[in-house]
Each structure stands twice: as C-alpha cells, then as structure tokens.
C-alpha cells in the first residue's frame, strides 16, 4: 500500500510539473515558486540523510531546512555546513540551482516591467495595418479606372 502511496504521489508530481512547464510564459513565477520549493525540500531531506556523521551539525530538519534555504539563497551563512562528501555535493548542486532559480526569478520581473511597453508596440501596430487597410480600399478605385483608361496615365520617361 505504501508504494501505491508513493506512486500517486509522484503521478500527482508529474501531472502538476507538465501542467506548470507547459503554461511557463504564463507562470512563470508559480514556476520557479514550485521549482524552489521542491528543490529545498529535496536537497534538505537528502542532506539530513546523508550528514549522520558525529562531526555533523546539521541534526534535524529544522537545521537542514535553514541549511537549504541559506545554500539555495546564496548567502551560506556558515552557520550550518555538510561535512560529509555527499552532502557537500548537494551543496554545490543547491547553489548552482540557486542561481538559476533568482536569474529566472529577475527575468521574470524583468519582463513585467517591460510587458506595457511591447503591449504599446502591438496596439501601435494593429493601428499602421488597419490604416494601410484603409489606404488599399481608397486606392482600390483608383486602379480600377487605370485599368480601364490606361490612355489617361502620365507615363513618366526614364
């Protein structure tokens, strides 16, 4: 039963994860929200396992949240640091996913300053084509009658 138990969990995972990755553009926060949650979770629970070591001062998981959140913050106070070889590795996968989190996270607010700006330039645009529209149906008649009197034309030489 437990196994069934884990592998809904992980289908739930899956479903949220594709769900979320498929509307990025759109959520981009909830998106680096979840990636953030889950890679703190993740990397807290994987070095409250692996620090069991009497030199250890991550103990519990107070101490190993604290630890995550500060790593993936890259403030690492120094406060609480792996000393075991595998939990100094997801250390360093920690801060490297940090990193990636807040530059997607400063995109992210990026692009919402930025966001009035091109909504500026589409409504610019939709106004040049509906005047060239306008343009092409004034001038439709026109060449219409320089197709039937083409006698009336100023040719111009070259």
Partial sequence: MRIF????????????????????????????ALISFL???????????????????ITSADDALWWAYSTMATVG???????????RLIGALLMTA????????SGFVA??????????NRSEIEMLRTEIAELRAMLEPVAKAA????????????
């Fill in 5 to 32: 138990r884990v592998l809904r969990g992980v289908r739930a995972t899956k479903i949220l994860s594709s769900f979320v990755l498929e509307r990025r553009a759109e959520d981009t926060l909830l998106a680096v």
């Fill in 39 to 57: 890679l703190m979770i993740l990397g807290s629970a994987s070095v409250l396992h692996f620090e069991t070591v009497p030199e250890s001062n």
């Fill in 77 to 87: 106070y120094g406060d609480r640091v792996p000393v075991t070889w595998e939990g």
């Fill in 98 to 105: 940090g990193v990636g989190v807040f530059g997607a996270l």
């Fill in 111 to 120: 692009a919402w300053f930025l966001r009035p700006t091109a909504r500026k």
């Fill in 147 to 158: 197709s039937q009197y083409p006698h009336l034309l100023i040719r111009l030489q070259p």
